[in-house]
């Protein structure tokens, strides 16, 4: 599921209509236009590579509540390039279809999400 035709900015909500970040050419840039992740295909990872969930068709981030943490990406892209025409806000969110309790809303559940290193990432010597 490619969400960047062009250089159209798809918007990142949470459950409650709240604009997290903004998708632009597999980047994910926050509201002042610093790099936070990336998406492949409709996979989410912060920018150090830990997979957070799945992008879904209403701009919100999801994953299975039994969901077992995966292997850090094995090539995170370092750096994103400067995003030229970031939004300075977002229109109104779409309407938010209900989750059931199998399924979280990864920044509902941990709005910092994109602010911590993975705890995956093993220790400098």
């Known amino acids: 599921m490619s969400k ?3 250089e159209k900015p798809y918007f990142i909500f949470d459950t409650h ?18 790099y936070l ?3 492949e295909g409709d996979e989410v990872y912060k920018r150090d590579g830990e997979w ?9 981030i ?10 850090l990406h094995p ?20 309407m938010m279809a209900e989750l059931n309790y199998s399924v979280i809303d990864v920044l509902d ?3 910092e ?4 290193i993975s705890d995956l990432r093993p220790d400098m010597d």
């Open 17 to 34: 209509g709240d604009w997290y970040a903004t998708l632009l050419g597999g980047f994910i840039y926050g509201s002042r236009g610093d």
């Open 75 to 94: 090539n995170p892209p370092r750096s994103a390039p400067k995003p030229e025409r970031l939004p300075p806000r977002a229109p109104l969110p779409p």
């Open 37 to 39: 992740g990336f998406v």
């Open 52 to 60: 957070i969930g799945k992008l879904s068709k209403d701009g919100r």
């Open 113 to 116: 999400i994109f602010k911590r």
């Open 109 to 111: 559940e941990d709005p």
């Open 62 to 71: 999801l994953r299975k509540r039994s969901e077992r943490r995966r292997d």
């Open 4 to 6: 960047t035709p062009g």
